[in-house]
């Protein structure tokens, strides 16, 4: 019998559990609670509130932004000179290229790996040299092998500057970081959807009184479902 218990929601009440839910959260349910048939539908509708609210939800627009600030700020280039079709390898000397790349990852608070690798092609190389270097004084053709190696050496540091595919440009690597800041976001949204499930379930059980299991059961008042 209990199992079917109906629970009524006073208006009044309704009203201040959506307005405490409204500051706990720092957000806003403009004329929403005339359009609510279940609890459910609130809860879903509050998660969503939140989820937009999160500030890792950024557009390309937005990244380009903040990108564009910090390349100005590590390299010194002049603020119109960094345009979306920029190109990265223009704007970040090979001298200093790794370096700088590790400053601008930290200015946007992430780790960056828009550079190739070429460090097990430069232990090769080196192993390489370091065999034809011991084989010079009884081979002669040694000597070849180790200026291969050394070319192989240079070619391997210059190449293992560049950038990859996906980040050519800086346009390339804003919409690469929004992309990848969307998702961890979503990531961490959906992670956390149980928690505050509940926390939304606390509001109406401790101000409503209310037990957790019997939520799905409450009836919206008519005021609020014309």
Avoid: C
Wanted: hydrophobic content about 45%; overall charge positive.
């Amino acid at each position: 019998m209990e199992s079917n218990q109906s629970y009524r929601i006073d208006p009044g009440e309704l009203e201040d559990v959506i307005s405490a839910i409204e500051r706990f959260y720092d957000i806003r349910l403009p004329g929403a609670t005339e359009h609510f048939t279940s609890y459910q539908q609130l809860r879903e509708v509050i998660l969503q509130k939140i989820e937009e609210k999160d500030p890792s939800l950024v557009t390309g627009q937005q990244m380009f932004s903040a990108v564009r600030k910090a390349i100005v700020a590590i390299t010194g280039a002049a603020e119109e000179n960094v345009q979306p079709s920029s190109p990265l390898a223009s704007l970040f000397p090979v001298n200093q290229r790794k370096k700088k790349v590790r400053q601008l990852g930290k200015a946007l608070g992430v780790k960056l790996d828009i550079l190739t690798n070429s460090s097990m092609f430069l232990v090769v190389m080196l192993i390489l040299l370091v065999t034809s270097a011991a084989l010079v004084f009884f081979h002669f053709y040694a000597l070849y092998l180790m200026a291969a190696s050394v070319v192989g050496i240079i070619l391997g540091l210059w190449f293992g500057n560049d950038f990859t595919d996906d980040a050519r440009t800086v346009a390339d690597l804003s919409l690469k970081l929004a992309s990848e800041t969307r998702l961890r976001a979503i990531r961490r949204q959906l992670e956390s959807r149980p928690r505050i499930r509940k926390e939304i379930a606390g509001f109406f059980t401790r101000r409503m009184d209310v037990p957790e299991t019997r939520l799905s059961k409450l009836e919206f008042p008519a005021y609020f479902t014309k």
